[in-house]
């Protein structure tokens, strides 16, 4: 059984900074894609920030120059670095991977959340 497991969450004053980190537990082949999800109250889940095996970055315009993505592969392990954090980036962060693709299909997998709440 696959598990992706958060931790870093917590409360914050509006300009501080938090680092997550999510790691896997369980035999995973090959990791594409991992990265960050959040969702706040009353809003859909949406795109922080993933990174690809290669090291390429996809992230919300509403993030960048603020968070940071960073990626170990041998430890099929990812972080979320985030400064300068605002009232807004309150939400419930999830870790998400995505396998690589083997005849055409892939595996996507989520962490269980980890709450960030930054006080104004």
């Known amino acids: 059984q696959v598990q992706l497991v958060e931790s870093g969450g917590g409360l914050v004053q509006a300009g501080g900074s938090l680092r997550l980190s999510c790691t896997t537990s369980g035999s995973i082949f090959s990791l594409n894609r991992m990265g960050w999800y959040r969702q706040a109250p009353g809003n859909k889940r949406e795109l922080v920030v993933v990174i690809t095996s290669g090291g390429s970055t996809n992230s919300a315009d509403s993030v960048k120059g603020r968070f940071a993505i960073s990626r170990n592969n041998a430890k099929n392990t990812v972080y979320l670095q985030m400064s300068s954090l605002k009232p807004e980036d309150t939400a419930v962060y999830y870790c998400?991977?995505?396998?690589?693709?083997?005849?055409?299909?892939?595996?996507?997998?989520w962490g269980q959340g980890t709450q960030v709440t930054v006080s104004s």
């Open positions: 998400y991977a995505i396998t690589d693709a083997v005849g055409g299909v892939a595996y996507e997998y």
